[in-house]
DNA sequence: CTGAAAGCGCTTACAG
DNA sequence: CTGAAAGCGCTTACAG
């Protein structure tokens, strides 16, 4: 049996009350008592029944962090490897547990949206998701629940709930402007996914970028598609298809920049000297890769701290109003152009 | 406020106890008391409080996963995140929520499987750690709280604790022999860690090839060290310092092997012409590599998967005997040898 | 400085 | 089939 601190109490003569008191480490208590306590709590081996104690605090100090995607692609992309990383260390610095969730569908997202809501073992969430326009959030937002997102939501959420997010539109611009200066000028465009606002965002960047060149954009250099787990290759396989010329290639992700390279290639045409490659996110193998590739740093990591600082300070102050960060990128130059 | 269930109790005029066994969907209670208590629950938005039955039940539904390290090399490793995902899903299966926490250092792990057991939050706790000697478990293991871990520990508690491990000596052993048989003859070893159980086994198949084929193991050819978060190429390094000439490399994990592949080909040697290399753990890049990397696929997932069920066992059965899994390994041959 | 008492929101023998 | 009561292991006003 577990020892309780009415055990520690019996020992050492006197009531819980005064063992509570210093397990807090309540100044009041006598240091000869606080001594006598401490010992006997050591000698029997005492841990506080967190259970208990979160019962009357009405606070568990645990979050849950909600992953979208239970698809092996999703999960093992750096991405939010680093969101996760970035969460928890910020979680450990305030005490806090992480509860670790993944979404595998709608449904079920609703389901575990109320269950973190209602059954007191959470005292807030965050939604690792950028998919957005989520009824699910509806409740939540209605009950004050502490929530935090990653991912900018749709408009009408936009100043509902706090958020953190890459500064996107700007990575796409600035991006496809050190493709415009290094010559480059029918620039392709792929993975586009309208519900998908990262990807929207990055996409409008670029647009932005072209429209400031004077040049034209082509919408037949622009692909849609949200391909993962080794598809990626079939947003170039239709690019290619469509038979327009292009000289420059940004992928909305790396993983589908690396399969473009290598289709590129097994088509004959060499990158960079061809075809200058460049993704989003600056996932390990960029570096590894050959070519090695041009990326956009988004520093998940610190996305991922910053969710979990917005989702502290509503917990400590559910009245506040919900507040936005943007996340600066960096844009990291390397051999595919 | 939240509702609680005597303000259902109150509302359709019967009493907790009612309640309760509704909520626990006992037959006992009249499908018209059923009915009406449900009723009221619906239109007061009632929801368990989770904190308050595990209480009294003694039981939280919640595991601990202990992940080491906090690098984020370690964190982003396909490998963990592999891991990770088949913990979740049994876990979910089973109707367990899953905590997360990273171990920074030894001092920590003490410190956090000292908490674990003792707060009461969680029921069992997965070590996702090969790392062994671990004095950290002895109060586990003794006060018999559940526990189950990734990767063989050293002989001593080989059977004092329940483990999954891929059959790492084969996956070596059959990898060279593989090599072997493709008429390499000096075949290089690097990222040999004395500690790493893991490294140790694949490098005892490797060793026991070497010895079925009459080839005397050459020391030079065999590079120790833990190197990673871009630091990799050094084992690489070291090994040509040496100035022996071998024709077949391989590494204790894939990212070495991409190193590898990219400092020989720096170097002016061609792979896998020159040398033929591969690795372990079939990482995403793998197949994106150029060339594409022969390695080894250790399913990941599957023992995530077989580390919560045997977890789950102990929870179930606390009297039973510690259980080992191994999860069988396959080569897959790639471009690069 | 310390104690007695009430209460957090449930569950579950025990009675009827 | 339903209720009254005790209890899970804590915390915290209230008293002294």
């Keep these: 049996m577990r020892v309780t601190i009415s055990d520690i109490a019996k020992a050492a003569n006197v009531t819980p009350s005064t063992v509570s008191r210093v397990v807090a480490g309540s100044s009041l208590i006598s240091v000869k008592t606080t001594n006598k306590v401490r010992r006997v709590m050591r000698e029997m081996g005492y841990h506080p029944n967190m259970i208990a104690r979160s019962l009357v605090r009405r606070s568990t100090n645990i979050v849950a962090a909600l992953l979208p995607g239970s698809s092996e692609q999703v999960f093992q992309h750096p991405f939010f490897s680093g969101l996760l990383q970035g969460v928890m260390s910020q979680a450990k610095a305030h005490g806090y547990e992480v509860i670790l969730a993944n979404i595998d569908n709608e ?61 996107n539109f700007a990575a796409g611009y600035n991006l496809t402007r050190y493709f415009l200066q290094k010559g480059r000028r029918q620039i392709a465009f792929i993975g586009l996914v309208s519900d998908i606002v990262v990807t929207m965002d990055r996409f409008a960047g670029y647009r932005h970028a072209l429209k400031e060149s004077g040049i034209p954009l082509d919408e037949r250099l622009v692909v849609e598609g949200r391909f993962m787990d080794g598809d990626e290759h079939l947003l170039t396989k239709e690019l290619l298809a469509r038979g327009v010329r292009f000289d420059g290639l940004i992928a909305a992700d790396d993983y589908q920049a690396f399969a473009a390279i290598k289709l590129l290639s097994q088509n004959g045409l060499t990158v960079p000297r061809d075809v200058a490659v460049a993704g989003f996110n600056n996932v390990p ?53």
Tied chains: 1, 2.
Excluded at 113 to 132: K, N, Q, T, W
Excluded at 300 to 305: C, L, M, R, V
Aim: proline share 6%.
């Design 285 to 337: 193998l960029a570096e590894y890769f050959s070519p090695s590739l041009t990326s956009v740093d988004v520093r998940p990591s610190s996305i991922g701290e910053k969710a979990f600082d917005l989702l502290y300070q509503q917990i400590e102050n559910k009245a506040g109003k919900p507040l936005h960060v943007i996340v600066p990128t960096a844009l990291i130059p390397r051999a595919s152009g």
């Design 107 to 167: 449904a079920e997202e609703q389901l575990l949206v109320e269950h973190f809501m209602g059954s007191g073992v959470a005292e807030g969430m965050i939604l690792l998701v950028s998919r957005v326009g989520q009824t699910s959030l509806e409740s939540a937002v209605q009950s004050a629940f502490p929530v935090s997102m990653v991912g900018r939501p749709i408009d009408a959420w936009v100043d509902r709930i706090s958020w953190v997010d890459s500064d």
